[in-house]
């Protein structure tokens, strides 16, 4: 296999023959697009003299060709904007207080733009505040979605509160996708917020200016009862994903003919989808959940996970659920389950069972070992999945797992187990330790993967002299490459080069937008394998970088065996 850091130094070497200029950091070579204190190629494009003030946390996008989407604030206005990098410059597209699309200004202060989101044609998206309004471009032209006071599409007049947390999302079709909320007593029927029949929740998808209503809260659920007593109920926000067809897949309550909780006879939510074109019910409490076969077993559904559905481009989904028998008693406290591959919905891994042959699994490290609990689930264009799970049976400090599993097989593979200096295993950073040995792994966050099969995740450490809180280097940003292994991207605490010769030390890691690549939900990793992120430092500064995550060949295709031949004799 070759070595990330044979990678690093391959790019950096090229760069230097060709006469570009690439920062080298963690394992992987990086390119600043944006930084704090600086009026040129890295400001923010509006004049000599003006520059970013604060980048700030967040996850900036980016799409299959570079073209990166970020919110920063410039030393010209104290409001908050967003700004798009394509080629070598940064262009400001939002500013808080300047002219909104449809008329007035947007807000004003330090937090105008979340969630800024750009697709691979170039048109982006955000939502404005904390809820109060959501903008994107079609065909290039800036376009309001929704505003408090609005008219809601389809509601016969009824305005829109708010949009939910989380929103927009976003496709490459340009289409955008979102909750948002009604204002009480408007339209026709009214909109209430009282049970038994409240509808002051909806979804909307469509391109920018043109959404239509796609399923709103006191909806008849024809498919469970064609009498129309149950109904749809609140949705949870963050479940939300749309794919490229603009299809959407939702965790959501039943209202009207349900009985709610987890005991006996209870099925008050559901997991549904328009994936096919009509509203179909993917899973519900209550209902026989099916074996790994896909047969409907005797286990019921208890609970449904209130994550994001996975949901790719071929309509597939993933999902997290605990389970019940008929009597109440809860058999599992959290089963997988995916349609990926097969288009068969089945239970691929299962609390309290014992765990498969693992590939990349080191000898017998899973021997004895069983399924305890399973997060931060995603599904790719590809069929496959990445997530994190737990285990039982392993000694202390080895129960946390990040996989990935090909769905082709229903085969997990290991790409790291967290572990400790007492009991080591997997190794997160070599000599990584301050008061001497290695770095590990603890504990796993922010999933995102793509087609290609790369994973990015962000990380906790521990060892010795790693250490959490203000100024503490227990957190880092980490690749995963097919082939290869592990690449090291950013640490806190560490030195990270911003520019040749500039070293900054790294407080905090402005983190990685989780998502599987087709589900509308922010893309800090593109198909293409290029990775964005966002990084403050201990002087104060901030900035927002780009890196290319290699794939398995990528040192024949850079020539490396010459390259750096080439560079040795030079020196």
């Known amino acids: 296999m070759i070595s990330c850091d044979l990678y690093r130094r391959a790019v950096g070497a090229l760069a230097l023959v060709a006469g570009t200029s690439v920062s080298l950091a963690g394992t992987l070579p990086v390119t600043t ?3 704090t204190g600086t009026d040129g190629p890295l400001g923010p494009g ?49 500013l808080g207080g300047g002219a909104m699309p449809g008329g007035g200004t947007y807000i004003t202060g330090t937090s105008v733009v979340n969630s800024p989101q750009i697709n691979n044609s170039g048109e982006w998206a955000f939502r404005m505040g904390a809820s109060t309004g959501l903008f994107g471009t079609n065909s ?4 309001r979605v929704l505003l408090a006071g609005d008219t809601a599409p389809g509601t016969g007049g009824a305005t829109y509160n708010t949009s939910a947390t989380g929103m927009p999302l976003f496709n490459n079709a340009g289409h955008i996708g979102y909750i948002g909320s009604l204002t009480t007593g408007t339209g026709s029927p009214p909109v209430t917020i009282t049970a038994p029949n ?32 149950v ?80 949901f790719n481009n071929a309509g597939h989904v993933s999902f997290i659920s605990s389970l019940r028998d008929a009597a109440a008693v809860q058999t599992s406290t959290s089963s997988l389950f ?11 891994a299962r609390q309290g069972t014992s765990l498969p042959a693992i590939q990349n699994a080191n000898g017998t490290e899973f021997a004895g070992t069983s399924w305890s609990s399973f997060s931060n689930q995603v599904l790719t264009g590809a069929d496959d999945l990445a997530l994190t799970a737990s285990l039982t049976g392993a000694p202390t400090g080895w129960q946390n797992v990040l996989f990935t599993m090909d769905s082709a097989t229903d085969t997990f593979s290991k790409i ?63 690749a995963y490459v097919p082939g290869t292994g592990i690449c090291l991207i950013a640490r806190t605490s560490d030195l990270f080069e911003v520019a040749p010769g500039d070293f900054r030390t790294i407080s905090s890691l402005g983190g990685i937008a989780q998502s599987g690549g087709q589900d509308g939900r922010t893309q800090s ?16 500064s901030s900035g927002v970088f780009v890196t290319t995550i290699p794939t398995p060949g990528a040192l024949a295709l850079l020539g490396v065996s010459g390259l750096l031949a080439t560079r040795r004799r030079r020196n």
């Open 416 to 478: 790291a187990r967290s572990s400790n200096a007492t009991t080591p295993g997997d190794i997160a950073i070599v000599g990584g330790a301050p008061l001497g040995g290695d770095a590990y792994f603890t504990s796993f966050s922010s999933i995102t993967m793509n087609t290609l099969g790369q994973v990015v995740f962000q990380a906790t450490l521990n060892g010795a002299g790693i250490a959490g809180g203000a100024g503490g280097n227990n957190s880092g940003l980490f």
């Open 231 to 310: 109904r749809v109920g609140a949705f949870q926000n963050l479940s939300l994903t749309m794919n490229g067809s603009g299809r959407f897949a939702v965790n959501s309550a039943l209202q009207g003919s349900v009985t709610t909780g987890t005991g006996v006879g209870s099925n008050s939510a559901m997991i549904s989808s328009n994936r096919s074109g009509s509203l179909e019910v993917i899973a519900r409490n209550g209902n026989a959940a099916p074996d790994a076969t896909g047969a409907p077993s005797t286990d019921l559904y208890r609970s449904l996970g209130t994550s994001a559905v996975g």
């Open 338 to 348: 995916t349609d990926a591959g097969s288009g068969t919905l089945r239970q691929v």
């Open 140 to 143: 290039g032209t800036p376009t």
């Open 525 to 540: 990793l593109s198909e293409s394998g290029l990775l964005a992120f966002e990084l403050d430092f201990t002087d104060g």
């Open 198 to 229: 409240a509808n002051a929740n909806a979804i909307w998808t469509g391109t920018p200016g043109a959404t239509t209503l796609a399923l709103r809260q006191n909806d008849a659920v024809t498919s469970i009862d064609p009498g129309g007593t």
């Open 33 to 35: 697009i944006a930084l």
């Open 46 to 94: 509006m004049g000599p003299g003006v520059t970013f003030t604060s980048i700030g946390q967040h996850q900036p996008s980016i799409n299959s060709s570079g073209g990166a989407a970020f919110r920063a604030v410039a030393s010209n206005d104290a409001s908050q904007g967003m700004w798009i990098h394509a080629g070598v410059a940064n262009t400001n597209v939002v």
